[in-house]
């Protein structure tokens, strides 16, 4: 299987910073990589497809990047309601995997 | 409106099988690109992906667990099936369905609420 592993596994921020996450994959994905969002009690949502495609509805404060084995998620402006665990998974195989997920939590 | 619900026993005991049952509205698993996936997740754990299922019938599997899975549709009610047998106390986890889409990737784009299962004797 693909091993996908984020970095870092917990995250400290303040409402406004800038923040990065990464994800890299055990081997090239192309860009089939995802990004999740999850809070506490609920279901994971769709936030990034194919690495850099906003899902509908998404606000635009959320971008995707990279190609290969290395992908970021960036949140160019944190709001409250961006606080939360983050997922990636990868589809290149057919057996998907997920990340171990980064707790975003408020400093 | 795309929803989906998962239904099945809260608890099992040790060496049980599970059969949880996806019934969703808002698409057809008979529309190309249209799959529905399974996910897990323990307790304070990450996610972890088990089984899809596509519109032509394709089925795919975890690498670790395809021995003990079996997933499998009925397009006329909306309903998807996940059979896990030999269940054991470190499979307890909330259990979601997912419409899933095949095309550009696999992207699991609208997710059930999930429903815990705890395995217990």
């Known amino acids: 299987d693909i091993q996908m592993t984020q970095s870092p596994s917990s995250l400290s921020a303040s409402v406004g910073d800038r923040v990065t996450i990464t994800c890299r994959a055990s081997?090239?994905?192309?860009?089939?990589l995802n990004w999740y969002q999850q809070k506490p009690g609920k279901a994971p949502k769709l936030l990034i497809y194919?690495?850099?495609s906003l899902q509908s509805g998404v606000p635009s404060r959320f971008s995707g990047s990279g190609s290969g084995t290395d992908f970021t998620l960036t949140i160019s402006s944190l709001q409250s309601e961006d606080f939360a665990t983050y997922y990636c998974?990868?589809?290149?195989?057919?057996?998907?995997?997920f990340g171990q997920g980064t707790r975003l939590e408020i400093k | 409106q795309v929803t989906l619900r998962e239904s099945g026993p809260a608890l099992v005991k040790p060496t049980q099988t599970l059969t949880l049952t996806c019934t969703f509205s808002g698409f057809s698993l008979s529309t190309s690109g249209m799959c529905v996936s399974w996910i897990r997740q323990p307790p304070g754990k990450a996610l972890e992906w088990l089984a899809r299922i596509d519109w032509d019938d394709d089925k795919y599997y975890s690498t670790s667990l395809k021995t003990r899975l079996t997933i499998s549709k009925d397009t006329s009610k909306n309903q998807v099936v996940l059979r896990m047998t030999n269940m054991d106390p470190v499979d307890t986890a909330t259990y979601y369905c997912?419409?899933?889409?095949?095309?550009?990737?696999?992207?699991?784009?609208?997710w059930g609420q999930g429903t815990l299962v705890t395995v217990s004797s």
């Open positions: 998974q990868q589809s290149y195989s057919t057996s998907l995997t």
């Open positions: 081997q090239s994905i192309s860009n089939y």
């Open positions: 997912a419409r899933t889409l095949s095309g550009s990737g696999i992207n699991i784009d609208y």
């Open positions: 194919t690495a850099s």
